[in-house]
């Protein structure tokens, strides 16, 4: 946990565009069974940093798209099941989630968050 070598390139570039670390978020902790990409406690915040890929974007991904990794393959329709879950977990413990996808240009991040 908090291993800046674990973060994404993507989970990289927006932590530094964003000033995450400015603003109060600690990377890579521990929120329940789960894992959370940026997390601000005090304002009780999440952000993940969502792969276009591995996640299954669904701007770029149908339901039933296989996606293939080493060691494991599913469907998006499977990702995005999982995912909702963490997202419904998250938010019943009384955060706030944003998802950031891979592909957001940096201004699409900052209205996001």
């Given at each position: 946990?908090?291993?800046?070598?674990?973060?994404?390139?993507?989970?990289?570039?927006?932590?530094?565009?964003?000033?995450?670390?400015?603003?109060?978020?600690?990377?890579?902790?521990?929120?329940?069974?789960?894992?959370?990409?940026e997390?601000?406690?005090?304002?009780?915040?999440?952000i993940?940093?969502?792969?276009?890929?591995?996640?299954?974007?669904?701007?770029?991904?149908?339901?039933?798209?296989?996606?293939?990794?080493?060691?494991?393959?599913?469907?998006?329709?499977?990702?995005?099941?999982?995912?909702?879950?963490?997202?419904?977990?998250?938010?019943?413990?009384?955060?706030?989630?944003?998802?950031?996808?891979?592909?957001?240009?940096?201004?699409?991040?900052?209205?996001?968050?």
């Amino acid at each position: 946990l908090n291993d800046p070598s674990e973060m994404s390139k993507p989970h990289k570039k927006f932590r530094k565009q964003l000033n995450l670390d400015d603003k109060g978020y600690d990377p890579e902790q521990q929120v329940g069974r789960y894992i959370v990409d940026e997390l601000n406690e005090e304002e009780m915040k999440v952000i993940e940093v969502f792969g276009d890929y591995v996640h299954a974007n669904p701007k770029q991904f149908n339901a039933e798209d296989e996606i293939t990794l080493t060691g494991s393959c599913y469907t998006a329709r499977d990702k995005w099941e999982h995912d909702q879950k963490k997202i419904e977990w998250l938010e019943e413990q009384g955060y706030e989630v944003t998802i950031l996808w891979a592909s957001d240009t940096e201004e699409q991040a900052r209205e996001k968050i």
